[in-house]
């Protein structure tokens, strides 16, 4: 059997328990509907308001299954709706989407439900390219990335594993395209005449005097005469012939003259370089763009939806294990705290990930996959005290390998609803954090009173501060590059994330040592890292980076504050509630409630500084 067949064969054995119950739900209006199927193959521009709304708004359900939060999901609707001159009204929550679509003849409302919840940043950053794609086949230009070649190009590839790899090849041979375009330009003549009427110039003025289009078409027409003249002289024709024939030098360079002039005027019209194409030129006819059929459009959303993860269960285990020590590291650990976490936590990670492919209930899957990282934690630590007696007295290090189910998307995205005063989804979504974390905590207690555990904190190190710092910078490092992996971001993109996280954290964690509260640290720490996702992106998109590079900021943001959450305040209060201890279970709680509300606040005040969409309530 061969290996093609060997992971079918296994991917239906996964799914042959779920799909004994799916057959009895419907979380979606079916694409073979007779209203869809007519305009199946009819440009999407020309099909009727139900094919159009099953563009808009599956393009917003799989944004919603991808993790990210309702303004999001709203931004991405209707940025497909705008060039199909579709309205639309969305309430979006948590797993479902109630979406009223109208054409100013018809409309539709249609609604759609999810059977769970999670995250996929890599999915995030390709319906950004296809929007891209999307709107520029349409004729209104691309709105997010700057050189909308990449998204087509992209679009075109998504049959390939590594998107992102296809992004940075087409971004190569863009750089190399326009090199070679400038090499050609250098012969131009119009750039010729600019010279020559620079080097105009009197040595005197302190600065170049201005070029007004009558110097330059001035200095182009002698330049044209002249070589007009040599080229009739050498055919030997006479005047009369050249003149009846339309030849004459005068003719000649009139019509070098008029297209020079209307080259300039091109040049001059284009729009600034901040600017939209499609803000720059909102009336360019949309009959000259090649379009999208119904077809294309669903065709490539079903090559974005089936995408298979970037990383093996394995691999993602290892990731979740390197995040997780390193998480211990940043909150005062020792290596023998590292090494128990680093064990339970790539064991959990790679049994839940084993779990969920069998569409398993979320909330079932975390109680298991805690407590066995939980076990394995101590269990390790426990074989190591037979060599090394020290290690049996880290018992806090059982929490660290917990870390790896801290719904950190739902909980930052959550607090970005709010902020934009959209309280149902927000609600929904620190509703879901809390529950989560309830059955993760739960299981965790129970292990730890099965096996004797008394957590306490971590020792002291006594490091260096210098030597502490640059070991926090390295650890900040790798975990958000873990956690990046986790939420299954390409390579590239877990690199910016993890250098965000880098600059980031150490700074919030030196700043609390210097006697900063911890709430401040994290306010602080957030509102820093949303600047460098914002700086980042207008880097890319005023072209000082290269365009591959251009990935949405929730995905940069969240994994590299992720790593900032409170999880063993959280985790201490829900152990010491289980002993009935409830003085200290709601200091604990409350230390984390007040970081944990920080740090959205402090991505969503980035956002307002940086985003006119956020700064203005319209």
């Not at 490091?463 to 873990?482: E, K, Q, S, T």
Request: hydrophobic share 45%; aromatic share 8%.
């Amino acid at each position: 059997m061969s290996e093609q067949n060997k992971e079918e064969a296994e991917h239906g054995a996964q799914l042959q328990g779920a799909s004994a119950v799916s057959k009895f739900h419907t979380h979606s209006i079916p694409l073979d509907m007779e209203d869809i199927e007519r305009d199946w193959d009819k440009p999407v521009t020309e099909a009727g308001i139900a094919a159009k709304t099953s563009v808009i708004v599956r393009v917003g359900m799989l944004d919603l299954a991808a993790g990210t939060g309702s303004f999001r999901v709203r931004e991405m609707m209707h940025r497909i709706a705008y060039p199909l001159g579709v309205h639309v009204r969305a309430d979006v929550n948590l797993t479902d989407i109630e979406a009223s679509c109208t054409d100013g003849k018809d409309r539709i409302t249609e609604v759609v439900d999810l059977p769970t919840t999670g995250v996929n940043t890599e999915r995030i950053w390709l319906l950004e390219h296809f929007a891209d794609w999307f709107n520029v086949n349409l004729g209104t230009g691309s709105m997010y990335h700057r050189q909308a070649d990449v998204s087509e190009g992209l679009m075109e590839h998504l049959d390939q594993k590594d998107a992102s790899q296809v992004s940075a090849d087409l971004s190569k041979q863009l750089r190399a395209q326009k090199k070679s375009k400038q090499r050609a330009q250098q012969d131009d003549p119009v750039l010729d005449v600019l010279e020559e009427v620079s080097a105009q110039t009197e040595e005197s003025e302190p600065v170049a005097r201005p070029l007004h289009l009558h110097d330059i078409e001035e200095a182009q027409y002698r330049a044209d005469y002249a070589a007009a003249v040599s080229a009739a002289s050498a055919t030997g024709a006479s005047a009369a012939d050249r003149e009846s024939q339309g030849a004459s030098p005068a003719s000649t360079v009139r019509k070098r003259r008029e297209e020079a002039r209307n080259r300039i005027k091109e040049r001059a019209s284009k729009p600034p370089k901040e600017y939209a194409e499609h803000f720059a030129d909102p009336g360019r006819d949309a009959g000259n763009q090649s379009g999208v059929t119904v077809r294309q459009a669903h065709e490539r959303l079903d090559m974005i939806e089936r995408r298979k993860p970037l990383y093996s269960p394995l691999f993602a285990g290892l990731a979740s294990a390197c995040a997780c020590a390193s998480f211990v590291f940043l909150l005062g650990g020792g290596p023998f705290d590292m090494i128990g976490a680093f064990v339970g936590a790539g064991l959990g990670h790679w049994l839940r990930r084993k779990l969920f492919a069998h569409h398993l209930n979320q909330f079932f899957v975390t109680f298991v996959c805690v407590a066995v990282a939980a076990l394995a934690c101590t269990g390790t630590l426990r074989l190591i005290g037979l060599y090394n007696p020290v290690a049996l007295q880290h018992d806090t290090a059982y929490i660290g390998a917990m870390l790896f189910v801290i719904p950190g998307f739902p909980l930052i995205t959550g607090g970005l609803d709010m902020a934009k005063i959209d309280f149902p989804s927000g609600v929904q979504r620190i509703t879901y954090v809390l529950c989560i974390i309830l059955m993760a905590t739960l299981a965790g207690w129970m292990v730890a009173s099965i096996v004797h555990l008394n957590p306490e904190g971590f020792e002291p190190l006594g490091l260096n501060p210098v030597v502490n710092c640059l070991l926090r910078m390295v650890f900040a490092f790798i975990g958000v590059w873990g956690f990046s992996v986790m939420f299954n971001s390409p390579q590239r993109m877990c690199l910016v994330a993890a250098t965000i996280g880098l600059i980031t954290d150490t700074l919030r964690l030196e700043i609390v040592d210097a006697g900063v509260p911890a709430e401040a640290g994290a306010f602080i720490g957030a509102l820093l890292a949303g600047l460098l996702a914002s700086a980042w992106r207008s880097a890319v998109r005023r072209g000082w980076l290269a365009p591959h590079l251009g990935y949405p900021r929730i995905c940069l943001t969240v994994p590299s504050i992720v790593i900032m959450v409170p999880g063993l305040y959280m985790y201490q209060a829900m152990f010491h509630l289980g002993q009935f201890d409830t003085l200290n279970a709601l200091d604990w709680a409350f230390r984390a409630f007040m970081v944990i509300i920080c740090l959205p606040i402090g991505l969503a005040m980035a956002r307002v500084i940086t985003d006119k969409s956020w700064r203005y309530d319209i």
